[in-house]
């Protein structure tokens, strides 16, 4: 059964929303130059493909501000510009097409600038996330904390948000993300309880793909699970392209989302006489690009094999180097065990094709 979502109001972010009733989007951010243009707009293509519905993209510069125009021009979802300090970048940006900002009001001098980018972000219909991160938090909460904990974090973004509204910006959406789960936890909890706009759920600098992937699997899992959360990242050291990949699997494993596989894949023990292992691997592989909902049973022994595999749209059960194909609960076909990705290949294709 899905989790209640906490209700948040809805923000236009290129050609989808964001919060409200609105599927829970999942989000990475380039790793190449953005002035680099083709490299960038490469990995976007690829993240697309991957099933990225936003991507951000670093704006450390001018020349990065003006390689934005090129970048949307030539990519599919909507594209963020991540800015820090200097209000005139996301000026450009903005120029440039960006469908929504990253920047944090308080940070980019007085107020006659903050007005600037909120007078063009009204104009143009772009809304503005704000991110407050623990390691950048503003001296003075620190020094009144003590501390980067929840109630830092939430007093920084409540500030930001105050300089906003003060303007009647009201496009508005808000991470509050630490390095760890706790905090990262209590920050969003604390914060759900005193705004309405949609929150940006993600463990910040969570490690490399390994740990990064256990990390963000328990800290966005807690927060969906109580209803928190309207659009996610999942921040790893390495290819982006599995930042997107765990993104969707968390969401999946957690029946929030209904698309692509879910596969159920034994762990294998003294029982199996095939190598489950390779071909649950082989199988995973081939099917992680799909879109269609289909699920997905790879067992290699009659123990629990053939019940699980009945259960699925379509299953394996392995027996003595050989296997069984199930689709709907009913056993088509006996295949060797050197044929058994290709049948079981050729099966799920026919199913979405039916389906």
Wanted: aromatic residues 4%.
């Amino acid at each position: 059964m899905n989790p209640v979502r906490k209700k948040t109001k809805k923000v236009m972010v290129g050609n989808l929303f964001i919060g409200g009733c609105a599927p829970i989007t999942v989000q990475s951010m380039t790793k190449t130059d953005t002035r680099n243009i083709p490299a960038t707009i490469k990995q976007i293509r690829r993240l697309e493909d991957a099933g990225c519905e936003i991507i951000r993209c670093a704006v450390p510069d001018g020349e990065a501000a003006e390689a934005l125009r090129e970048i949307k021009k030539k990519i599919s979802i909507p594209l963020v510009a991540d800015i820090h300090f200097d209000y005139r970048l996301a000026l450009i940006a903005m120029e440039g097409g960006v469908d929504k900002l990253r920047i944090n009001p308080g940070n980019i001098g007085e107020r006659g600038r903050v007005e600037k980018v909120v007078r063009m972000a009204k104009e143009r219909d772009i809304p503005i996330r704000i991110g407050v991160n623990s390691g950048s938090l503003e001296k003075d909460i620190l020094k009144k904390y003590g501390e980067v904990n929840a109630e830092a974090m939430v007093e920084s973004a409540m500030r930001h948000i105050a300089i906003l509204e003060s303007l009647d910006f009201g496009s508005i959406v808000i991470s509050l993300k630490a390095s760890d789960i706790q905090r990262t936890v209590a920050s969003y909890r604390l914060l759900s309880e005193k705004v309405e706009y949609p929150l940006h759920i993600g463990i910040t600098e969570s490690g490399s793909s390994f740990r990064g992937a256990i990390k963000s699997s328990i800290g966005l899992g807690i927060l969906l699970s109580e209803g928190i959360g309207d659009t996610l990242r999942v921040s790893i050291t390495g290819n982006p392209e599995k930042e997107v990949e765990i993104g969707l699997e968390i969401l999946r494993s957690m029946g929030i989302r209904q698309d692509g596989a879910f596969i159920v894949s034994c762990p294998v023990c003294g029982r199996c006489e095939i190598d489950m292992t390779g071909v649950a691997a082989e199988i995973e592989k081939s099917l992680s690009r799909i879109r269609k909902p289909v699920r997905i049973a790879i067992m290699g022994c009659a123990v629990n094999g053939p019940g699980e595999a009945m259960e699925a749209d379509l299953g394996i059960a392995g027996g003595k180097e050989e296997a069984l194909i199930f689709r709907k609960g009913t056993i088509i076909r006996k295949v060797k065990e050197r044929d058994i990705v290709e049948e079981f290949l050729r099966e799920v294709e026919d199913f979405l094709k039916d389906r």
